[in-house]
């Protein structure tokens, strides 16, 4: 099946600062999602992003398809943004069985 | 984003008994609802998936029998742990999607600990 690796799997970060994460897959793919997942367990969607860029607030996607990558960037981040970050893609020859990436945990200090 | 509810958020039980737990799609009717688990530090694996009136799909490795899925309507799928044992303490994930939705949304999860 598909491979999903993420990196950074761990990152330290104090508030104010800027990050990127990135997630590459090894297979084509027709959709992306990324995920939070808060302290208490909760995933929070955060981008549907099948190809190109988006940006909510502090934070953006962009991905490549392509090239077999989704990166997420995370700017002036807060102790909220703590948590882990995950993305996932789809299974080969599925829409909808979700294969999640090995996520990325992320600690915002002050 | 649309609503997914998990009830109960935690549950303790004793060896040998069965634990329900129950997802709801609370705004929109979702005809496909998925099962995952995580182990502590680790990612999310599929466990099964469930759609509205049919019975569930289960991965490989996963025990049917121990597992029971039910997807009764738009809105409701449940899972039951029988006879559970302390090597299916876990944090069990539902998500919803379907009706034209390429995204899943997420409940809160149930941490279950067997003693």
């Known amino acids: 099946g598909i491979q999903v690796e993420q990196s950074p799997p761990d990152l330290i970060l104090q508030e104010g600062a800027n990050s990127t994460l990135r997630c590459n897959f090894s297979d084509s793919v027709n959709n992306l999602q990324w995920f939070h997942q808060n302290p208490w367990g909760q995933l929070i969607n955060l981008f549907y992003i099948p190809s190109g860029t988006k940006q909510n607030g502090r934070l953006s996607a962009t991905t490549v398809a392509t090239e077999r990558y989704s990166l997420l960037y995370i700017s002036s981040s807060q102790t909220t943004d703590s948590g882990v970050y995950f993305c996932?893609?789809?299974?080969?020859?599925?829409?909808?069985?979700?294969?999640f990436g090995t996520g990325t945990r992320l600690q915002v200090t002050l | 984003g649309a609503v997914v509810s998990q009830h109960p958020s935690r549950v303790i039980c004793k060896s040998g008994t069965s634990v329900k737990i129950e997802c709801r799609s609370l705004d929109f009717q979702a005809t496909t609802m998925f099962w995952y688990r995580q182990f502590p530090k680790q990612s999310l694996m599929l466990m099964a998936t469930s759609n509205e009136g049919s019975k569930a799909t289960y991965e490989q490795g996963v025990e049917k029998d121990k597992f029971l899925i039910n997807h009764a309507s738009l809105t409701l799928s449940t899972l039951t742990v029988t006879s559970a044992h302390p090597e299916d303490s876990s944090f069990y994930i539902c998500s919803a999607g379907g009706q034209g939705r390429h995204e899943q949304f997420f409940g809160p999860g149930t941490r279950l600990t067997v003693l």
């Open positions: 996932a893609v789809p299974w080969t020859g599925t829409a909808s069985k979700l294969t």
